[in-house]
């Protein structure tokens, strides 16, 4: 098993989903999967088994069969998992991973490994753990929010411990769901805090 803590996206640069590529050429999802299966169409898998289209590739195979030029994807959205719990970091990296938005992600166990890497990363969403050592979710929300540059960063927590979900709010947390994490819950507080997905 990969250390979580070195947990990434592997997906090779921006990428669309079957259904996306589908309905921009205005054809079924399966009439696509064939056109991947013939080879007329390349494609790769992303860990969870997925087929994900790189945007190039689908520009050019556009540009061949003389159709409208796909959008420009909007530049993927980071997302911080910090957690002391390696089940957990293992389960939320998963699925972001196969996530059609596909998010870049990094990862970490305590709260201060969270701040440094907060520094160079600054992710759009932050999935926080409210009770870890050294540091706990509740400080690392209140740095965060005191801090100009990283205060409009959406703070998800997440806890085992509902007595302890007024604290984060209060301490600057967008939002917090209680374990065991729900990964429909999860979706939800996406849509919710970065917008709606493009995905169809």
């Not at 990296?93 to 596909?102: E, K």
């Amino acid at each position: 098993m990969k250390n979580p803590k070195n947990s990434k996206n592997s997906s090779p640069r921006a990428s669309l989903t079957t259904g996306q590529a589908a309905a921009h050429c205005q054809v079924s999802t399966p009439t696509l999967k064939t056109w991947i299966r013939e080879g007329r169409l390349r494609a790769f898998k992303t860990p969870g088994g997925h087929a994900r289209i790189a945007a190039e590739e689908f520009q050019r195979f556009l540009r061949r069969h003389r159709m409208p030029t796909y959008p420009a994807p909007r530049p993927s959205a980071g997302v911080l998992v910090v957690d002391d719990e390696p089940q957990v970091v293992d389960m939320l990296v998963a699925f972001l991973t196969d996530h059609p938005r596909g998010f870049k992600i990094e990862t970490a166990s305590d709260g201060y490994e969270a701040l440094i890497k907060l520094g160079s990363f600054r992710p759009a969403l932050l999935i926080l753990d409210v009770m870890m050592p050294k540091l706990d979710g509740i400080e690392v929300c209140r740095h965060l929010k005191s801090n100009p540059e990283t205060q409009t960063t959406r703070i998800l927590g997440i806890t085992g411990y509902p007595d302890v979900v007024p604290g984060l709010l209060a301490a600057g947390a967008d939002a917090c769901l209680t374990k065991p994490i729900a990964l429909a819950a999860v979706e939800l507080e996406l849509e919710h805090l970065l917008g709606p997905s493009v995905a169809t």
